[in-house]
């Protein structure tokens, strides 16, 4: 069941229906029932690990806060982490790790035992993430641990953001899982108005420029140079349309029940260097990533700059290495890690250099340093998308020695351009610009209007063949 469904659409519409009749435990039994339903349409067996997973930190986070003993206390917490991140890495990256050892044993590899074929459950990277952010967090006395079972189990399965997040801490979720929610008009508003810019987002735009820019990544060798570079800075553009839109039908759908959920974007693609994209980025993860990541390995009290670097590398390599059990994504997340790196090398050398220089924050200096932060992310893009490193070699030899540009004249790239440029344009004078509270200013018929044109565009603009999106493979 995705939000671009029928069968979704039937299930939100029946949990709101009854919601706002209920008293305060039935509509968390709601919440949780509806939440199972949409996790287990995939499959039966994702329900059972995704309540293991419950019981465990469930239990952990009791044993954690009734325990005065620091070294028990730390045993328990190392025990759910064990027990979590076992779970997916058995289910997401044994397969990986079997052939990476084959391939570095060589002759010796192939004895190694081959596992059974295994279904990676849907959003079990972000549900993990969320689930041991709870513990940690009681381990760390920011969040007392919560005895209502059932209201752990909602937080950790709570059906908006299950799958792709935001990846929320329980501090912040629970409390308002707790709460008896009014009926308010304007949660109903601003719900289906986040729902519809979602799905025009996704299913208008983003799986348009997917189907004509991914096939590419397929088969570079079949492509020309100007293909490869609309390609790359295409699929760019795609994926954050459809990580974008998911984020915003989540914090859509939670708000309709009262509930408000962490905003997951910051207009990533008007950053101006590698380091901003990130603090703009899938912001509930990159905040993950340095409260329980970057921050324990030592990043945020570094030595000198050497050891910055260095963990800098590892933190942004284990981040490639979450997004997937491929080394396409372990070297995406080095790059990126890279390019922090040289950025934070280059801008302390220029703060020495030229610190009374004007030009550092002139126009011109701020649009190349858009550009080439856009270009580098669109080159460290193929690796996240291509198939193997051996198809992301074959795509970078073909898009710096190919020879020429033609294929820039072809129909769907000439499109896929013009959807690209407005959608730059677009994005920077939104991020100049409240437009969602002007839109909150205008009279009730302007909007009236305003939510029927959204929805003729959806309607009838989607594309026949929708794409899934991107971010539920992790």
């Not at 620091?70 to 982490?81: C, F, Q, W, Y």
Request: net charge positive; with cysteine.
């Amino acid at each position: 069941m995705t939000f671009v469904s029928l069968e979704f659409a039937v299930l939100l519409i029946c949990t709101l229906a009854a919601y706002y009749f209920l008293p305060r435990r039935a509509r968390q039994l709601l919440l949780l029932g509806a939440s199972y339903v949409f996790y287990t349409y995939w499959n039966p067996i994702y329900g059972l690990l995704i309540l293991a997973s419950t019981l465990v930190d469930y239990a952990a986070a009791l044993a954690i806060d009734h325990s005065r003993a620091p070294a028990g206390r730390r045993l328990v917490l190392i025990l759910s982490i064990v027990v979590n991140l076992g779970i997916l890495f058995y289910f997401k990256y044994t397969h990986f790790a079997l052939d990476s050892l084959r391939a570095l044993l060589g002759p010796l590899g192939r004895n190694l035992p081959s596992p059974v074929d295994l279904i990676l459950p849907v959003g079990i990277s972000f549900y993990t993430f969320q689930t041991m952010s709870y513990t940690i967090d009681v381990y760390r006395g920011k969040k007392r641990a919560e005895k209502d079972f059932i209201l752990v189990a909602l937080y950790v399965a709570f059906f908006p953001q299950l799958v792709a997040g935001p990846i929320e801490r329980a501090k912040d979720l629970m409390p308002q899982l707790g709460e008896r929610h009014a009926f308010r008009f304007k949660n109903i508003e601003h719900g289906f108005r986040l729902i519809l810019w979602g799905l025009l987002k996704k299913a208008v735009v983003g799986d348009r420029l997917i189907q004509a820019a991914y096939g590419a990544y397929l088969d570079p060798a079949a492509y020309t140079r100007g293909e490869l570079a609309f390609s790359a800075v295409g699929m760019l553009v795609a994926i954050y349309l459809d990580f974008s839109a998911y984020s915003e039908i989540a914090r859509g759908t939670a708000q309709l029940f009262g509930i408000r959920l962490s905003r997951n974007f910051l207009y990533p693609h008007a950053a101006l260097t590698i380091s901003d994209f990130w603090r703009r980025w899938h912001m509930t993860m990159s905040s993950w990533v340095h409260d329980y990541l970057f921050v324990p390995l030592g990043g945020s009290r570094p030595r000198n700059f050497r050891h910055q670097a260095r963990t800098i590398l590892t933190t942004m390599g284990l981040v490639g290495l979450w997004h997937g059990a491929q080394w396409t994504f372990v070297f995406w997340g080095l790059a990126h890690g890279l390019s922090i790196v040289l950025h934070q090398l280059v801008r302390i050398r220029l703060l020495r250099r030229f610190r009374r220089a004007r030009f550092v924050s002139s126009r011109p200096w701020l649009f190349g340093s858009w550009l080439l932060s856009t270009a580098t992310r669109a080159l460290i893009s193929i690796l996240f998308f291509s198939p193997s490193i051996a198809h992301a070699g074959v795509y970078f030899r073909r898009l710096c020695f190919g020879g020429g540009v033609a294929g820039f004249d072809k129909p769907h790239v000439l499109l896929g351009l013009a959807c690209i440029a407005g959608f730059w344009v677009f994005h920077y004078l939104q991020s100049r610009s409240a437009w969602s509270d002007s839109l909150n200013a205008r009279h009730p018929a302007l909007r009236a209007l305003a939510y029927s044109v959204l929805f003729y565009i959806v309607l009838f603009g989607a594309v026949d063949t929708s794409e899934p999106f991107i971010y539920f493979q992790f």
